[in-house]
């Protein structure tokens, strides 16, 4: 495994991300284990969660997974870093919200905090991440909380998820102000077929010295080799199906397998080691089902792409190009 510094942290993380959106949803807490422990073996130490994740299994289940998984002992707390989010709400399906559960307010911030350590089963959280901006909060009220927190030594440091450019500026300015360390990472979606993040979010996190963490980096299965499971026993469905149908998007995939299998390469493990050659790019979150979708991540770390590949891709899925030049003069 690869190894580099999140954002401008003295913290070192793998060159993948775990996540773990799946434990307890989609795949049950003994696979989830051999997941974590396959995954540990081979040298990835960054975990990604949410407070929230655990969707069809309760939410906060998948905090729970890992939770126990850590208890088995092993040094397993101690190798990883750990990250998780706060801003959705815990109530369960189909309950009325109650006031001050959910967001960024210094309230839900310390009643979630205390929350996911119970379920994690640690006393801190290494990068405790804003999941979505909170448009009725203000910075200043965030740092206080989050500066509380790190003197408790709770959690050590803080990140972002979804957070548009100027978001990213506005929070780490007003944390300047007040003496504090500010965003070290953001979480973004960023694939070879939704590169939007290319125009703000990317320079606002180098600017400001974030790590970027791309979700979705086969953007729900589309570049996966999604054709050549429709045309397999296997079927495409969510955002992949959905996608597939527009002509445009179908003969843009065809094109990019057509690619990939002229070079000899898996359509996934490219998608992936397309994301680690973007500038600013620290991991690449994967949230594998089975261990053989986490041994083909685990491959394209060590991928590395010809100039001609690289090119070729450009021409495919072309990206937006830098702000304001791809829409001003």
């Not at 998948?62 to 815990?90: C, H, P, S």
């Not at 957070?163 to 973004?188: D, H, M």
Request: aromatic share 8%; glycine share 10%.
């Amino acid at each position: 495994m690869k190894y580099t510094q999140l954002g401008r942290t003295g913290l070192k993380v793998s060159r993948l991300t775990l996540g773990t959106m799946n434990f307890g949803p989609f795949t049950n807490e003994p696979d989830s284990h051999s997941l974590m422990d396959t995954a540990l073996d081979a040298g990835v130490n960054y975990f990604d969660t949410a407070n929230v994740y655990g969707q069809g299994a309760g939410k906060g289940r998948t905090e729970e997974i890992i939770g126990t998984w850590f208890t088995q002992g092993g040094e397993r707390r101690d190798k990883v870093v750990l990250a998780t989010k706060v801003y959705g709400n815990m109530t369960a399906d189909g309950e009325a919200v109650w006031p001050n559960h959910d967001r960024l307010s210094a309230l839900n911030i310390r009643r979630a905090v205390e929350a996911s350590l119970r379920r994690l089963q640690t006393d801190y959280i290494d990068v405790y991440q804003f999941h979505h901006i909170d448009r009725h909060t203000p910075f200043e009220e965030i740092w206080q909380a989050v500066d509380v927190l790190v003197q408790q030594g709770k959690i050590l440091y803080a990140g972002s998820s979804n957070f548009p450019g100027y978001k990213i500026a506005q929070a780490n300015e007003i944390a300047a102000r007040r003496g504090t360390f500010g965003l070290v990472s953001e979480q973004c979606l960023y694939n070879l077929a939704a590169r939007d993040a290319e125009m703000e979010v990317l320079p606002a996190a180098q600017e400001y010295g974030l790590g970027v963490i791309p979700w979705s980096p086969l953007h729900g299965g589309l570049l996966g080799g999604a054709l050549k499971k429709q045309e397999g026993a296997r079927r495409s469905g969510g955002r992949a199906a959905a996608e597939l149908a527009k002509p445009e998007v179908r003969a843009q995939v065809q094109a990019y397998e057509d690619l990939v299998d002229k070079h000899g390469l898996e359509p996934g493990e490219v998608a992936l080691a397309w994301l680690l050659t973007r500038p600013g790019v620290t991991a690449p979150i994967v949230g594998p089902r089975t261990a053989e979708q986490l041994a083909s991540a685990l491959r394209a770390v060590d991928l590395e792409l010809p100039r001609e590949l690289l090119d070729s891709l450009d021409e495919i899925f072309p990206g937006p190009g830098p702000s304001p030049e791809s829409f001003a003069w």
